[in-house]
């Protein structure tokens, strides 16, 4: 009985972590007046056709005319071309034809 090892103390607790966490939810967005996006554009033209679309969103941006340098927008065609997801009326039925188009039935296709 020698050999047995009975621990007599105290258990320590779990450290809390408190405020160092990743944060999901963000305070600003890009485009908004905390935080606007930065253009640049090579032409006066290209500045007024680009301005046009940051006011159609209704985005603030602030564009520089760089007559040598490239032209970046960037920032401006991620907000622009963010995807739609495609939401079906119902989901099909097992025996259905697929919804895809590949003429098999859905619960061998994608269900």
Do not use: H, W
Request: with cysteine; hydrophobic share 30%.
């Amino acid at each position: 009985m020698a050999d047995k090892f009975f621990f007599q103390g105290k258990l320590q607790k779990k450290p809390q972590q408190v405020g160092e966490s990743f944060k999901t939810k963000r305070t600003t967005r890009p485009g908004s007046k905390e935080a606007p996006l930065k253009l640049t554009v090579v032409t006066q033209e290209r500045q007024v056709e680009v301005q046009a679309l940051v006011d159609e969103r209704k985005l603030f941006a602030t564009i520089t005319l760089i007559s040598d340098g490239q032209e970046d927008i960037a920032e401006l065609n991620s907000l622009i071309s963010t995807p739609k997801t495609i939401v079906l009326e119902k989901t099909p039925n097992r025996n259905d034809p697929c919804s895809c188009g590949s003429g098999k039935k859905y619960k061998k296709c994608c269900g």
